[in-house]
Each structure stands twice: as structure tokens, then as C-alpha cells.
């Protein structure tokens, strides 16, 4: 069965990272970007980070230039962006495609069949979130729109259930 385990990812610093070094944590992967009507949302990953961080939760950003290019930037130009105007400090990665042939394949995995509860099919907008449990497994969709805030008791839950 493929996790999250499965793949690498290389961070906005150029590091390629296993993201099997996430597994025990229960991850929140968001595809974001930065001159989008939802980059405000950062700050609500952030809190979520703070909160939850301590309890086993890791939130990865991804951006992506898809969206009506709303990620024009390189990555150090990210990195500022996200550190000076929402003090980001869980782990971005560089620029991805999420939908199409060259998707990341993390993202051709997010998005394709884990069961009747979660559907599957491409990513609509920016900040669309998948919750995955300790495993590495997917657990939960969760549409662009959707505010971080929202997902505290599913992420409390999601650690709760997996120790």
C-alpha cells in the first residue's frame, strides 16, 4: 500500500527531503500560493502549527503556480514572502504541480482513490488540504475554501486516534 513514506520532496532551500520523516506525525499537506484571495490562510496554518506542532502535527506547504499564476515567484522570494508577512516556520517545499501530467507524485497519489469518504479527482484551487494520519495514510479532503481553523478537531481527533 503506497504512504507517505513513498515519496521526497525538495524544500524551498533546495534539500531534498524523504518524507518518510514525517511518518508517526499526522501531516497536514496544503498546495498554496501567495497572490491568491485564500494566501491568508497561511496565518491559520501557521496557528495550527503552534498549536499542534508539540502533539505530534506537521504542516507542509506546497507551493503551486497552476492557479491563474498566482505563485509567479522563485523559491527564495516564497520563503520571504512566507516568513515576512505570516512568520511561516513549518516546512514549504518548492514549487509543484499538483494536476496534469507533470503532478508531483505526491500530489497524482493525494489525488487519486483512498476510499469512499474521500474523494478523489483533481485539486480545484490553491489550499486545497489533506489530512494524513501517523501512518502516512489519508484520512480526510479538504476543499480550498475550507479555513485551517476548521480542521482543529479533525487534527485533534486524527491525534488522538493514532498514538
Known amino acids: 500500500m503506497t504512504t507517505l513514506a513513498d ?3 525538495t524544500t524551498l532551500a533546495g534539500q531534498e527531503q524523504q518524507l518518510s520523516e ?3 506525525s499526522v501531516v497536514l499537506v496544503v498546495n498554496t500560493a501567495s497572490k491568491c484571495g485564500l494566501t491568508p490562510q497561511y496565518a491559520g496554518l501557521q496557528a495550527l502549527h503552534e ?3 508539540t502533539q505530534g502535527l506537521a504542516v507542509l506547504g506546497f507551493p503551486c503556480d497552476q492557479f491563474m499564476h498566482q505563485e509567479p515567484g522563485t523559491e527564495a522570494e516564497i520563503a ?3 516568513q515576512v508577512n505570516y512568520g511561516v516556520t513549518f516546512p514549504m517545499f ?3 504541480e499538483v494536476n496534469g501530467e507533470d503532478a508531483h507524485p505526491l500530489f497524482q497519489w493525494l489525488t487519486g482513490a483512498h476510499g469512499e469518504e ?3 479527482g483533481p485539486i480545484e484551487w490553491n489550499f486545497a488540504k489533506f489530512l494524513l494520519g501517523r501512518d502516512g495514510t489519508v484520512l ?3 476543499a480550498p475554501q475550507t479555513e485551517p481553523s476548521e480542521l482543529a478537531d479533525e487534527i485533534e481527533a486524527a491525534l488522538a486516534a493514532q498514538r
Do not use: Q, W, Y
Open 7 to 9: 515519496f521526497s520532496a
Open 22 to 24: 514525517h511518518l508517526g
Open 51 to 53: 498549536r499542534f506542532g
Open 80 to 82: 520571504e514572502f512566507c
Open 94 to 96: 518548492s514549487k509543484v
Open 118 to 120: 474521500i474523494p478523489a
Open 140 to 142: 480526510r479532503r479538504f
